[in-house]
T-cell receptor
């Protein structure tokens, strides 16, 4: 079975500051990794994904994430946040054992203050 | 840009009533999913659907739930006899195939069972 842990339920940060949202996963098989963002009253939108290859992946809106297999982590980072980045961020995995269901973490609310 | 749509945006129903939540996936997508998010909890997988049959379902998806693709465009989730604990946001998602793995989410239907 797979599980995803997002330890920070809320991360407050000032505008233009850097931010890191943490994600750790547990799985007995290899996984694909995703970050989704949910703006208020909207559905989930894919930010970025790691399938294979380079462990540093770049996504939309200036976000990037680094896959660390030894630490089973996939932390999301942005060097300078904007007010418009205020949203809920979800880390998720899909296992490579031919199951295509996304397994989500509990989410981290990023609150960007002026 | 194509998007997944869901109707209604909010549904209020009484306990024991049947509800049907509707989704229109992206037109060339072949895989369809339902997820739900109880307030304050994780987004949870309910069911995946491909080639007019269920590919996988979670333990949440019991006999009270059913899915259907009644025509070439709609994908529905039916709850036969709603319970208070069915109150949640229900998200539909679709993907073009398993190779790309990216699931596109709709904006969700908020179901309130009273």
């Amino acid at each position: 079975a797979q599980s995803v842990t997002q330890l920070d339920s809320q991360v407050p940060v000032f505008e233009e500051a850097p931010v890191e949202l943490r994600c750790n996963y547990s799985s007995s098989v290899s996984v694909y990794l995703f970050w989704y963002v949910q703006y208020p009253n909207q559905g989930l939108q894919l930010l970025l994904k790691y399938l294979s290859g380079s462990t540093l992946v770049k996504g939309i809106n200036g976000f990037e994430a680094e896959f660390n297999k030894s630490q089973t982590s996939f932390h999301l980072r942005k060097p300078s946040v904007h007010i418009s980045d205020t949203a809920e961020y979800f880390c998720a995995v899909i296992s490579m054992d031919s199951s295509y269901k996304l397994i989500f973490g509990s989410g981290t609310r990023l609150l960007v203050r002026p | 840009e194509p998007e997944v749509t869901q109707t209604p945006s909010h549904q209020v129903t009484q306990m024991g009533q049947e509800v049907i939540l509707r989704c229109v996936p992206i037109s060339n997508h072949l895989y369809f999913y339902w997820y739900r998010q109880i307030l304050g909890q994780k987004v949870e997988f309910l069911v995946s659907f491909y080639n007019n049959e269920i590919s996988e379902k979670s333990e949440i998806f019991d006999d009270q739930f059913s899915v259907e693709r009644p025509d070439g465009s709609n994908f529905t989730l039916k709850i036969r006899s709603t319970k208070l604990e069915d109150s949640a946001m229900y998200f539909c998602a679709s993907s073009v195939g398993t190779g790309l793995l990216e699931q596109y989410f709709g904006p969700g239907t908020r179901l309130t069972v009273t």
